[in-house]
């Protein structure tokens, strides 16, 4: 389907190929590219002046951000609300440990209970506009959870596969929201090769990690919200919980734009990204210290932080090169250690966080201990998802 721009608020311009930059047209339904087979990335025209005052001050989901979305009209959005979530200060752990800046923003409050609300709401209201009938994903959990409530708001036909090891609760609600659900034994991996072969004749769109431009889209938004909430200043280091990526890599798009945009003053400088993985699962870890090429032939096991149970991320090179530019770094996290940071978060802060929350706090603590973070220094913490819905995982293990 061919789509037209007229009258639209958004800014969106062109796709380019994330390799080699080849562009693409951002008004037809587009996957991965067709010259490397890799992620398409959304450009907008930044070139003409465009201030703040563009945000939507009205709406309190991710939406404020028209402009610099590719939705084209209106009509077409799908939203349960998504975004806006809180930044919180962690008073009693920042004094435990002489921090001066510690920060959580807490994305277990979004709809569906995780970031995923904010790719999918943006990928599945891209596919309504483009004329799509339906959807399949492979999902670790959370994102086939959004899938299958965005497709429900939506009217589209929504097909989910995922792990046979997945807590029971994203297996049901999936249903509850009357999405097809099929459980496959291994990773997401091989839920993914289950999804290419389900859909050999292309009749759903693969909104798989980055197979489909507009997820990054969605999750850019907390770039935009981290910059909004800290008064238009950035943190020192961000630690983000990275098995996809797209997080991590949509949040460092945001910071680009808002950069070229002068929405970010010059003097402001842009975070650190600290990309944490689990000790069961961490190819980006394995490949950024050297010893492999590449994920391709990464062997991963299954973890308590389902989401970070990714060996083959397709978004890998673009991880790095976040990493490279930030002057970040990767750390790794024993499944012990998630469940250290998930206790600490309870017991001093209040908050009851998905593994991959505890996973970031640890590794915070173990970058502070090798000095590769300051004391002194702004720390963000991301926590993707709220930990009720990994009770199967963590169950009686609150006392360690």
């Known amino acids: 389907m061919k789509l037209v721009a007229s009258e639209s608020l958004s800014r969106l311009a062109v796709l ?5 930059d080849t562009e693409y047209s951002a008004f037809d339904l587009q996957r991965v590219s067709a010259c490397c087979q890799v992620p398409l990335v959304a450009d907008y025209d930044l070139h003409q002046p465009l201030s703040r005052a563009v945000i939507d001050q009205a709406d309190t989901s991710m939406w404020r951000y028209g402009a610099l979305l590719p939705l084209l009209h209106e009509e077409n959005k799908v939203t349960l609300g998504e975004g806006l979530t809180p930044l919180l200060r962690l008073p009693r752990l920042a004094a435990r440990h002489e921090l001066a800046h510690l920060l959580l923003k807490d994305e277990g409050q979004n709809p569906t209970g995780s970031f995923k609300a904010r790719g999918l709401s943006m990928a599945v209201s891209k ?7 339906g959807c399949i994903i492979p999902t670790a959990g959370n994102a086939g959870v959004a899938l299958a409530a965005y497709c429900a708001r939506a009217g589209l036909r929504a097909v989910v596969v995922m792990p046979r090891h ?5 297996q049901e609600e999936c249903l509850w929201y009357g999405a097809e659900v099929e459980l496959v034994d291994g990773l997401i991996s091989d839920c993914g090769a289950r999804v290419r072969q389900r859909n050999a004749d292309g009749a759903l769109l693969d909104i798989s990690t980055l197979k489909e431009p507009y997820r990054l889209e969605g999750k850019k938004t907390m770039g935009y919200e981290i910059a909004e909430q800290l008064n238009w ?3 020192d280091v961000l630690l983000y919980p990275a098995g996809g990526g797209t997080g991590l890599i949509g949040i460092w798009k945001a910071f680009q734009e808002m950069k070229q945009l002068g929405w970010l003053a010059p003097h402001v ?7 944490v ?6 190819p980006l870890l394995e490949t ?3 010893r492999q090429p590449n994920c391709h032939n990464y062997h991963g096991h299954a973890t ?7 060996p083959h991320p397709l978004g890998e090179n673009m991880m790095l090169r976040v990493l490279r530019e930030s002057h970040g770094t990767v750390v790794s996290v024993s499944e012990e250690g998630m469940l250290d940071g998930m206790r600490d978060l309870g017991h001093q802060e209040g908050l009851f966080v998905a593994p991959e929350g505890g996973a970031v706090w640890t590794a915070a603590r173990q970058l502070l201990a090798t000095g590769a973070i300051h004391p002194d220094e702004k720390i963000l913490l991301l926590n993707t998802g709220n930990g009720q819905k990994y009770m199967d995982n963590v169950a009686g293990r609150a006392r360690g």
């Open 277 to 282: 993985q689990a000790e069961n699962c961490c």
């Open 233 to 235: 200043t950035l943190p």
């Open 166 to 170: 997945t807590p029971q609760a994203f």
């Open 269 to 275: 400088k842009l975070p650190r990204m600290v990309a």
């Open 127 to 133: 596919a309504k506009e483009m004329g799509v009938e």
């Open 304 to 310: 308590l932080a389902n989401g970070l149970a990714v």
């Open 16 to 20: 380019h190929c994330s390799a080699c």
């Open 288 to 290: 950024y210290e050297g």
